[in-house]
Nanobody, 120 residues
Framework: QVQLVESGGGLVQAGGSLRLSCAAS????????MGWYRQAPGKQRELVAT???????NYRDSVKGRFTISRDNAKNTVYLQMNSLKPEDTAVYYC??????????????WGQGTQVTVSS
């Protein structure tokens, strides 16, 4: 089992910045990658950014150059630095951990979500 606790959401004006944090605990040794997803009202959850255990990163096109995902292995924490925020970034942001168990399978774990609201 992996537990994820998010923090850092809030209300910000367009052009502003926020940093989200996601602290992982439990069976973290088996986590292959972690990431951030978001879900706006009436829309499907979408990938924002991911980072692997080897620190390879991936971003959705609309956030490239504005958002940065990083990890602090000593703190078992993943961050999402969000700059130049736009109203269309408004959503509930969810932390995800993808766990690989060789010979067993894979699991997805989710945080409780944190609201990010960007006013115009």
């Amino acid at each position: 089992q992996v537990q994820l606790v998010e923090s850092g959401g809030g209300l910000v004006q367009a052009g502003g910045s926020l940093r989200l944090s996601c602290a992982a605990s439990g069976s973290i040794f088996s986590i292959h990658s972690m990431g951030w997803y978001r879900q706006a009202p009436g829309k499907q959850r979408e990938l924002v950014a991911t980072i692997t255990s080897g620190s390879n990163t991936n971003y959705r096109d609309s956030v490239k150059g504005r958002f940065t995902i990083s990890r602090d292995n000593a703190k078992n924490t993943v961050y999402l630095q969000m700059n130049s925020l736009k109203p269309e970034d408004t959503a509930v942001y969810y932390c995800n951990a993808f766990q690989l168990l060789p010979g067993v399978g894979a699991n997805d774990y989710w945080g409780q979500g944190t609201q990010v609201t960007v006013s115009s």
